[in-house]
């Protein structure tokens, strides 16, 4: 089958490789019909997530159609249309009984590299690095998808690829920051980054009934594109970030922040961001910590900091005097898929939204090397890339 594969620092490339085979009898195959690009691929793309080897295969938002079951597999049959959570859950160990599903103590077969780099594994993950396992991806024409029955969304009316491929990863991992922030009717909500999550984090905003919702980037499509969404923008190339937030706040400062940017942090005027880069370089910083500096400072006291932005190491100059002076809470994780899927789902259907508006480019698996570009560098108002197999 063709495969989008990793080779080294932005050196990704359609190859041919194996049809994946049923490994446990609780796999399925699944004929890939849709599937997408991530921020999250894009740490990738850009060597900052250790763990990767040559040649594997990358992409965790994906959806299709099963085309083989294994023997265990009750709940789904060939035929079947699935979205497929980008956390491999097993449905059965106590954190995916907790509905922690995305820190499932069994999916992680590499469970030594999780113990050593976190203090404790994590779950496997689709097309990410060894340290979650090293499962091969989805933006390939075919994936295996293992613990099938607990984790694929069955899709069972008209609704297209585009409305419902997204609750593989953006659309919860948006609703879980905002759910996380536990808003309140007279909250402002600010949240860091108007790439894919953040505009699931601005319509989620909407949808649990903030009182107000900023969004914050420098690229201004995605500010339009989340200002249609009902957020006020913040430039933060041409405005002062914290000025203006204290301003729509009556100098409080924001009730609830919310990071949508992770590890790789634009720099800024701030010094403190030029500090990252130069770290960064050096490798003496593993990831730069710009926007959660800036939401620790800027968030009103007693207030929630949400992180679904991606960090991957350790960070420098963190200020805990103003989190614990203030009393903040963090919270962050990657998603916990399944625990929103049947409400989201149920929301696409009842028309509450339609998560197709984030897509801007639709193009060929063959086109992937040039959509990580393009997609990085916020090319040709690229948002959100589809890909079909
Ligand atoms: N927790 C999870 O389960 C989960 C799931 C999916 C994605 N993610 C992570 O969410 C983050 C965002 O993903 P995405 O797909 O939207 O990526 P993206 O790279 O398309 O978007 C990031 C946006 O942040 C903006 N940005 C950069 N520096 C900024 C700054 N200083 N202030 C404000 N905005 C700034 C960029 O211009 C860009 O538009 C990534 O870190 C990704 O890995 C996490
Ligand atoms: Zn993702
Ligand atoms: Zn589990």
Redesign the pocket.
């Known amino acids: 089958m063709k495969a989008l594969c990793y080779h080294s620092k932005k050196d990704v490339r359609v190859e041919t490789v194996p049809d994946p085979q049923i490994q446990d009898p609780k796999d399925v195959v699944v004929r890939v019909t849709s599937t997408a690009i ?3 691929d ?2 990738l793309y850009g060597g900052f997530v250790l763990g990767l080897k040559r040649g594997d295969v990358l992409g965790h938002e994906f959806m299709g159609e099963v085309v083989e079951t294994g023997s265990a597999v009750t709940r789904l049959k060939t035929g079947d249309r699935v979205v497929v959570p ?1 956390t491999i859950a097993c449905g059965e160990c106590s954190q995916c009984r907790r509905g922690y599903f ?1 820190v499932c103590e069994t999916t992680n077969p590499k469970r030594q590299l999780g113990d050593l780099a976190f203090g404790h594994s994590t779950a496997g993950l689709f097309g990410y690095t060894h340290l979650t396992g090293g499962y091969p991806g989805g933006q390939a024409e075919y994936v295996r998808v293992p613990h099938a029955d607990v984790g694929a969304i069955k899709i069972e009316n008209g609704l297209t690829d585009e409305q419902v491929l997204f609750l593989s ?2 659309f919860p ?1 948006g609703w879980q920051a905002v759910v996380q922030c536990d808003v309140q009717p007279t909250d402002t909500v600010a949240i ?7 505009q699931f984090c601005v319509r989620s905003a909407i949808l649990l009934g903030a009182a107000q919702v900023i969004c ?4 201004l499509d ?1 500010l339009s594109m989340a200002r249609a969404g009902g957020a006020v923008t913040i430039d ?1 190339e041409t405005e002062s ?1 914290l000025d203006r937030l204290n301003e729509l706040t009556s100098g409080r400062g924001p009730d609830k922040c919310i990071d ?7 720099a ?1 005027a701030s010094l403190d ?1 030029v500090y990252d880069r130069v770290k960064q370089a050096a490798m003496l910083e593993t990831d730069r910590p ?2 959660l500096r800036e939401m620790m400072y800027v968030c009103r006291p007693g207030g929630v900091l949400s992180v ?3 960090y991957t190491g350790l960070l420098d100059k963190v200020p805990m005097g103003a989190v614990m002076n203030k009393g903040l809470t963090i919270r962050t ?3 916990h898929v399944n625990r929103w899927a049947d409400d989201l789902l149920r929301r696409v259907q009842e028309g509450q939204i339609d998560p197709s508006f984030v897509i801007t480019h639709t193009v060929p698996l063959e086109e992937a090397p040039e959509m990580y570009k393009t ?1 990085r560098d ?1 090319e040709d108002g690229c948002v959100k890339v589809v890909l079909k197999p």
Not at 192 to 198: D, E, F, Q
Not at 216 to 219: A, K, L, M, S, Y
Not at 260 to 266: F, R
């Open positions: 991530c921020g999250s894009l740490h980008f995305s990863d953006i991992t860091w980054g108007a790439g894919p999550v953040g914050i980037d420098r690229v995605r933060f970030v949508a940017v992770g590890l790789e942090a634009h800024t961001s710009h926007v679904p932005g991606v994780g990657q998603t997609f916020k």
